[in-house]
Nanobody, 124 residues
Framework: QVQLLESGGGLVQARDSLRLSCAAS????????MAWFRQAPGKEREFVAG???????HYADSVKGRFTISRDNTKNMVYLQMNSLKPEDTAVYYC??????????????????WGQGTQVTVSS
């Protein structure tokens, strides 16, 4: 069974950078679209960025130009490079595997495997 494990979260100041990592188990990792979501206290889980098996990417408008998603299929890893962080980026960040191939979907219902999350806190 596929398992996802996020790491790299922490407490940073506004305008700092962080790189999140997601390690996936399973030999079929490279076949799936993957994504990052986030959830702030009292808010719904929201799409951040997604990447197809061949490297095509899609971003939420709120992070476009600041965040970059990437993957290394040889290592079963997905990354989220976050630059110019803002206090409103504070949330628990989750890695997820999509049920649907191709263009990353932006709704959580399209994803069937989730990590436990990693906390990102951005202070002003």
């Amino acid at each position: 069974q596929v398992q996802l494990l996020e790491s790299g979260g922490g407490l940073v100041q506004a305008r700092d950078s962080l790189r999140l990592s997601c390690a996936a188990s399973g030999r079929t990792f490279s076949s799936f679209t993957m994504a990052w979501f986030r959830q702030a206290p009292g808010k719904e889980r929201e799409f951040v960025a997604g990447i197809t098996r061949t490297g095509g990417t899609h971003y939420a408008d709120s992070v476009k130009g600041r965040f970059t998603i990437s993957r290394d299929n040889t290592k079963n890893m997905v990354y989220l490079q976050m630059n110019s962080l803002k206090p409103e980026d504070t949330a628990v960040y989750y890695c997820a595997r999509s049920l649907i191939l191709g263009t990353p979907q932006t709704v959580p219902q399209a994803y069937d495997r989730w990590g436990q999350g990693t906390q990102v806190t951005v202070s002003s």
